[in-house]
């Protein structure tokens, strides 16, 4: 079973991510921001991570480029799901090394959508 | 809705498009058909029937058949389509069409555009390898409705997220406030055209590649082997036809057998295929 790390700060968003992801056979861990983020990772690291843009503490960008900064022998597969919904945002994301970008709202097919495209399905 | 007038626009669906309408989908009919009857100003259903039995007023019959079309479709829809289009198609096309460097491709049911755009994107990225080299896409439907918004290339934030990898939405889509537009070079390498799969396919020419997916799923067994044996014929000895997942031609045709290891992707038979024939004998 693949893992995946759940990261926003709106308790609905990730009880209604991990409900989707649980029914794709993901294992779930969740944080509140990009520096509970990071100490999952440092813990453990997951196959994906589905990140929120805009959080407290650390945003999903900040979290990204100190995620990627990791010497980790096998770094995750980074989702952002977010409602920074233009060009800029995704292009910034993609350069600080996301994989795919979800804008909000999102349902089951567009992140099954999302995780078959970056292998992780 | 009473059985008579069920039979008689089933009926009707199935003269003009080959669709076939079961009893099980009868709900579809009233549902899909009050946005005609409002467009037309009739009180309703029943009277919309009645007008269509009166009339031979073919606009009333096309918006009757198209609105009864389905036009579901995404961009990478089904993804290993697409990849065996890039890994396995297009480099057997370019290895064996360097003489003439012209290859055809036609999307026979292309709905809202999504598969023609994402050949179109495929065939973008091996630019370099197609330099000098003359590719037409041909995208057809039997909506002329639907093709308006196939051709506009305008796509809504849920159907950009569909399919679509994140990075061919940077480079080949703008943004416009919550739409996204496909850009323009795209629009240009494809020919939009109604098309009723029925009609004599011969007159469109030949093609290289056929991609008819999630089509022939609608029509009966006769009408499916008709469609397929003239595709056949519109095929070079070494010519591609792509179904979709839930379609298949055993059982339907001879004219074409599955590629070994590649499914979904079927190839002329050797007695469909006159040259082929010749050489075997």
């Known amino acids: 079973m693949k893992s995946c790390l759940v990261v926003d700060d709106s308790k609905v968003v990730r009880m209604v991510a991990r409900k989707i992801l649980e029914g794709l056979n993901f294992a779930i861990i969740e944080a509140e921001d990009g520096q509970q983020a990071l100490e999952a990772c440092q813990r453990e690291m997951p196959d994906a991570v589905l990140l929120d843009w805009n959080m407290p503490v650390m945003s999903g960008l900040e979290f990204l480029v100190e995620l990627r900064a990791l010497p980790a022998v096998q770094q995750p597969i980074v989702v952002f799901c977010t409602t920074e919904n233009d060009m800029a945002h995704i292009q910034q994301a993609i350069e600080a090394g996301a994989n795919e970008y979800i804008m909000k709202p999102f349902d089951s097919d567009i992140i099954e959508s999302k995780f078959s495209q970056v292998g992780l399905i | ?281």
């Open chain 2, 1 to 281: 809705m009473n059985v008579k007038d069920f039979e008689f626009i089933s009926q009707l669906l199935y003269k003009r498009s080959g669709l076939v309408l079961t009893q099980e989908k009868a709900y579809l009919l009233e549902s899909r058909l009050n946005p005609v009857a409002r467009k037309w100003e009739f009180k309703g259903f029943d009277e919309l029937v009645a007008a269509v039995r009166a009339s031979g007023n073919e606009k009333l019959l096309n918006d009757v058949t198209e609105a009864m079309t389905t036009n579901e479709s995404f961009f990478f829809r089904d993804q290993k389509p697409f990849t065996q289009f890039k890994e396995m198609i297009l480099p057997h096309l370019l290895q064996n069409r360097s003489s003439t460097k012209k290859i055809r491709i036609w999307s026979a049911a292309c709905s809202s555009g999504q598969e023609p755009y994402t050949l179109a994107m495929l065939l973008s990225e091996a630019k370099a390898q197609l330099a000098g080299w003359n590719v037409e896409i041909l995208a057809t439907d039997l909506s002329t409705e639907i093709l308006t918004k196939a051709k506009q290339g305008v796509y809504s934030q849920f159907e950009v997220q569909r399919g679509l990898p994140i990075s061919y939405l940077v480079k080949y889509f703008k943004q416009d406030g919550d739409k996204w537009q496909i850009d323009e070079k795209l629009r240009g390498m494809i020919n939009f055209r109604p098309f009723n799969l029925l009609s004599d396919l011969g007159a469109l020419g030949r093609f290289d590649v056929i991609y008819c997916r999630n089509v022939l799923i609608y029509f009966d067994q006769p009408t499916k082997a008709k469609v397929l044996d003239g595709m056949a014929k519109m095929m070079p000895e070494d010519g591609f036809l792509l179904l979709g997942g839930a379609e298949t031609v055993l059982g339907i045709s001879d004219s074409f057998k599955l590629i070994p290891g590649q499914r979904g992707i079927y190839g002329l038979t050797p007695q469909s295929d006159p040259i082929a024939a010749q050489k075997a004998s």
